[in-house]
């Protein structure tokens, strides 16, 4: 197989990489028909999803990691927003105060 990059713990493919977020994500589980004697190869890991869920946890691969990237994604969604509403706030209320400026100055340069 073709290593990608470090990926849950472990140098690995793009394709194990997606298989073994998807299945952690979507809390899959699968039941392997030959006892859990499958080889996982390249012509073949599509096969049996248990075994090669296994081989991606022999292999090095940890859910921990996935799992903290799924919790963070509400925190930094979050985080986001209150930046953006932050700015937006701002931006509103240095406009009303220009307005207002604007015209009380306007008002009280008259002679």
């Not at 190869?41 to 940890?62: D, T, V």
């Not at 921990?64 to 209320?93: D, K, N, R």
């Amino acid at each position: 197989m073709c290593l990608a990059g470090y990926h849950y713990g472990t140098f690995s493919c793009e394709s194990c990489k997606g298989f073994f977020k998807r299945t952690v994500q979507n809390n899959k589980t699968f039941i392997c028909r030959h006892h859990d004697a499958c080889v996982i190869g390249l012509a073949n890991r599509k096969k049996c999803p248990a075994c090669r869920f296994a081989r991606c946890r022999e292999a090095g691969m940890k859910l921990e990691g996935l799992v903290m990237m799924m919790m963070m994604i509400p925190m930094i969604t979050l985080l986001f927003t209150a930046i953006l509403l932050s700015v937006l706030f701002t931006y509103v209320c240095n406009s009303y105060i220009r307005r207002f400026v604007k015209n009380n100055l306007a008002l009280d340069v008259r002679p």
